[in-house]
């Protein structure tokens, strides 16, 4: 169905990238219009889930994937004050599955996008702030990000909603153990976990009344840093100590969008679906998004292909932006005693049924949007 059609992609994130590659690999033409002078990423690591491993591997990145990040052991719950265990997931046997955890270097990631991208004829203009009402193609991508002008096109809508929480993102060199520990406080938690040649990445978000900044992310000092963070575990307090540039970032978002394409143009990854990162399935899902986008345009005329591409999609994103949300709402309880009942909760829990914590979670990790075809819209 796709031929040698003629497609613009606007962005050249995540979604954009992984779309350009999946359409050009299937002989569509592809150009990706990229506002930003040259493809790169804010120096932070990304967790990437077995689920948006699987569409990696299915661009024939696999290998790379594993051999530029850290293969993730275990995702633990920790109590701020102390650190303590409250959770853990055991992701080991996703290692020896088809897909893997892995943790990696946003930058890497995007490298290596790009050169599966240009390896499969994909044409790259930077530098170029595109107006999705007037590019002139038969279809019109926009994986242009939050702030998705092809959304506001789309549904109407105004500028997304501050969430009240902002997020600190630093890297330091450490040698870390290879997993993640979310350390859960009051309004507050810490997530750091390893990433390859020797890095530990830090996320810490802290809940705020207002965003006040101009812009959307800016240069901290990393004294508020660890002022925010005080009264955590004493390897936190010396993680921080070593961080010498931090960005801070107000985390913005939209509810899932109402209307995803019209004939000739389509949202993908934070364009339709902006999540707060508390579940680490933002870039996942856009790595979805493009494989499913991409294989129904293979199968289907346009219309039909957008349409299912849409109602494929809307309802998993729903979900998992539900749960990242709930993660929002248990990681920083504030009542002294409701968090000590329900850490204790599951800690209880995690000691008679260890497995069930990331039995949970099967339908996210284990859903393959690549493999057969009950995993994938009609
Ligand atoms: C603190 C934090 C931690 C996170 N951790 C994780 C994680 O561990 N795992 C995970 O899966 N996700 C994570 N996420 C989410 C993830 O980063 C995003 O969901 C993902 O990067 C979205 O990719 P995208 O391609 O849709 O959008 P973007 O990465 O925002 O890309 C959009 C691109 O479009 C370009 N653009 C925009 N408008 C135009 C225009 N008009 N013309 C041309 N170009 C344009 C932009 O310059 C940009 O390059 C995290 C997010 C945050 C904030």
Redesign the pocket.
Known sequence: MLGDRRVVV????????AVATALAQRGARVCV????AR?A?VG??????PN?AAVLAALGLGDALRAGGVLNRAVELRDYARGRPVLRLDLARHHSGPHPFVLIH?ARLIGLLETAARNAGVEFRLG?????ATLDAPLVIG???????TRRLLNHESEPFFTGQV?W?AVIRDDAVPEAHVYMGPGRHLVTYPLSDGLRNI?A?EERAQWAQEGWNHTDDPANLRAAFTGFAPEVLDWLEQVETVNL?G?FRHPVAPRWCDARRVL????AH??L?FL???????LEDAWVLADCLNRLPQAEALAAYQAGRQPRVARAIRAANGNARNYHLRNRLVRGLAHGALRLGGRILPQAPLKRFAWLYDHDVTGPAGQRPA
């Open positions: 606007v962005g050249a994130g995540v979604a954009g990238l219009l990229e506002q930003a493809i990423e932070a690591g990304l967790q990437i889930s948006g946003r170029e702030t595109a107006d999705p994986a242009d990000g939050v702030k998705s002008a997020a993102r996320v978000v970032w985390l993908a990854g934070d364009a902006p999540t990162p680490a399935q933002g870039a996942n899902l856009a």
